[in-house]
């Protein structure tokens, strides 16, 4: 059964309210009678935006209304007092990383997984299964003191982007979990990575440095990027190039070698992954994909520091 529901704003800070055992034909009539508690609320406000109905999830709850089912958007901002019990729910919740099941005011449903008060990892379209098998691993690895923020790493296992806590892989973000995120999984892992230490109390992993223990050495030079008339070809390494994927290519570094990519120009940082050679011009240390260019700003030729990252 709902034991408690509240109404949240879409951005900012999110009152979290808990779910219990319950049923879909349960659920719906409870969810439609705080609708007039949460409307009663938005006479009290004068700006009116949609909000999100959100809940911890929890696997014994059988949170799976349709989005066609949900009821339609609140239009009502929350009080102080509602936000406060929100955050009493929060600290009162005893597991160590949570998973939470949104739905917003225009029916889409998202999952976030939660470290304490600050959201690490957002999932969109998912029901808070994919959430809650996070939260659990996020769980287990803090039980066995491996998840400290220096301990967090991306990595390569089986030819898939892996989240490291030490050297056990924590999580895998595939081509398809980053797909369905519309992004690609390099990206994607920095980004939860970044997150997830910065939650830890730790620096975001794309501001590391030499001397970290995940660096085998750096390097700065010049850096170039390639795509349209090498798209499709075959890389030094066998693979098909995609100027879409975040890749580079490197005179001497071994394939699949990972590389932190600054633009020291524009501050910005990204994840690539060794797969051809070159270049072939000047004194360029890097040729960088066309995706992996324009996420750190790169539109020619711009002085980039490498990060070497230990296998």
Same mark, same amino acid.
């Given at each position: 059964?709902?034991a408690?529901?509240?109404?949240?704003?879409?951005a900012?800070f999110?009152?979290?309210?808990?779910f219990g055992?319950?049923?879909?034909?349960?659920a719906?009539?409870?969810?439609?009678?705080?609708?007039?508690?949460a409307l009663?609320?938005?006479?009290?406000?004068?700006?009116?935006?949609?909000s999100?109905?959100l809940?911890?999830?929890e696997?014994?709850?059988?949170y799976d209304v349709?989005?066609?089912?949900?009821?339609?958007?609140?239009?009502?901002?929350?009080?102080?007092q509602?936000?406060?019990k929100?955050?009493?729910?929060i600290a009162?919740h005893?597991?160590?990383?949570n998973?939470?099941?949104?739905?917003?005011?225009h029916?889409?449903?998202?999952?976030?997984?939660?470290?304490g008060l600050q959201?690490?990892?957002?999932?969109?379209?998912?029901d808070?299964s994919? $959430?809650f098998?996070?939260a659990?691993?996020l769980?287990?690895?803090h $039980?066995? $003191?491996?998840?400290r923020?220096?301990?967090?790493?991306?990595?390569r296992?089986?030819n898939?982007y892996?989240?490291l806590a030490?050297?056990?892989?924590?999580?895998?973000v595939n081509?398809?979990?980053a $797909?369905?995120q519309g992004?690609k999984?390099?990206?994607?892992?920095?980004?939860?990575?970044?997150?997830l230490?910065t939650a830890?109390g730790?620096?975001?992993?794309s501001a590391?440095s030499r001397g970290?223990r995940f660096?085998a050495?750096t390097?700065?030079?010049?850096s170039?990027?390639?795509?349209?008339?090498?798209?499709?070809?075959?890389?030094?390494?066998?693979?098909?190039?995609?100027q879409n994927?975040m890749t580079?290519a490197n005179?001497?570094?071994?394939?699949?070698?990972?590389?932190?990519?600054?633009?020291?120009?524009?501050?910005?940082?990204?994840?690539?992954r060794?797969t051809?050679?070159g270049?072939?011009?000047g004194?360029?240390?890097?040729?960088?994909?066309?995706?992996?260019?324009?996420?750190?700003?790169?539109?020619?030729?711009s002085?980039?520091?490498?990060d070497?990252?230990?296998n």
């Amino acid at each position: 059964m709902l034991a408690n529901a509240l109404c949240a704003q879409s951005a900012g800070f999110s009152p979290l309210a808990r779910f219990g055992r319950g049923t879909r034909k349960g659920a719906i009539p409870i969810l439609r009678k705080i609708l007039p508690f949460a409307l009663a609320l938005g006479l009290f406000f004068t700006s009116a935006r949609p909000s999100e109905a959100l809940a911890i999830y929890e696997p014994d709850s059988t949170y799976d209304v349709a989005p066609n089912e949900l009821p339609p958007a609140m239009g009502a901002e929350v009080s102080a007092q509602v936000a406060e019990k929100g955050a009493e729910l929060i600290a009162a919740h005893p597991s160590f990383a949570n998973a939470v099941v949104s739905l917003d005011g225009h029916g889409h449903l998202r999952s976030d997984v939660y470290v304490g008060l600050q959201r690490v990892m957002s999932l969109t379209g998912d029901d808070g299964s994919k $959430a809650f098998a996070i939260a659990q691993r996020l769980n287990a690895a803090h $039980a066995r $003191a491996d998840l400290r923020p220096d301990l967090i790493a991306p990595g390569r296992r089986d030819n898939q982007y892996v989240i490291l806590a030490g050297n056990r892989p924590l999580l895998t973000v595939n081509d398809r979990l980053a $797909a369905s995120q519309g992004t690609k999984p390099a990206t994607l892992v920095l980004h939860w990575i970044d997150n997830l230490r910065t939650a830890l109390g730790g620096m975001p992993f794309s501001a590391v440095s030499r001397g970290d223990r995940f660096v085998a050495g750096t390097r700065v030079g010049l850096s170039s990027w390639y795509g349209p008339g090498f798209n499709g070809r075959r890389a030094a390494d066998g693979e098909r190039f995609d100027q879409n994927n975040m890749t580079a290519a490197n005179k001497t570094l071994p394939f699949g070698t990972l590389l932190l990519v600054t633009n020291l120009h524009t501050k910005q940082t990204c994840l690539v992954r060794v797969t051809d050679r070159g270049p072939y011009v000047g004194n360029r240390i890097l040729d960088l994909s066309k995706a992996a260019a324009k996420a750190i700003g790169l539109s020619g030729v711009s002085k980039v520091r490498i990060d070497i990252l230990k296998n």
